[in-house]
């Protein structure tokens, strides 16, 4: 029987005690997500109701500043993945967050032009549904992994 005492026999890692569990990764990602996704539909709003841009062309702008605020948050306090270069890291979140806008882009465009929804209704859905099925993950196992 081991002593309390004794050292362990593999160190720890100090990465290891950075890293979030599970759940808490995944709810942090959440509010990562809910920040970038605020100054994302604030932007399209401001561009579309004020300005008077096409909403599908503030729709692709909002996406890229809220794409944005999502790798800095998701680099320095969701993953805690500073250690990795951020070069690397940013190329791989390009990627997702070109995907990621495609598909919002697309998304909205369909929903609203052929269900006649308000295009802030459609991109409520569609950005719930992407960032559930497609952000998280890629983000976890390609961009911070």
């Known amino acids: ?31 990562a997500a809910f920040i970038g996704t605020a100054v994302d539909f604030g932007i399209v709003i401001f561009l579309t109701e004020i300005i008077g841009v096409w909403y599908v062309v503030s729709n692709a702008i909002g996406a890229m500043c809220g794409a944005i605020t999502n790798f800095f948050l998701g680099r320095n306090w969701v993953f805690s993945s500073t250690e990795n270069k951020i070069s690397h890291q940013a190329f791989r979140y390009f ?8 598909l919002n882009t697309l998304g909205v465009y369909l929903l609203t032009e052929f269900t006649s929804l308000n295009y802030i209704y459609s991109k409520v859905i569609v950005a719930v549904f992407i960032a559930f099925t497609f952000n998280f993950l890629l983000q976890k196992y390609f961009v911070f992994k």
């Open 1 to 31: 029987m081991k002593n309390e005492n004794e050292p362990l026999d593999t160190p720890i890692d100090e990465s290891d005690l950075k890293k979030k569990s599970g759940t808490k990764e995944f709810l942090s990602a959440q509010v």
């Open 95 to 102: 990627l997702v967050a070109t995907g990621s806008m495609i």
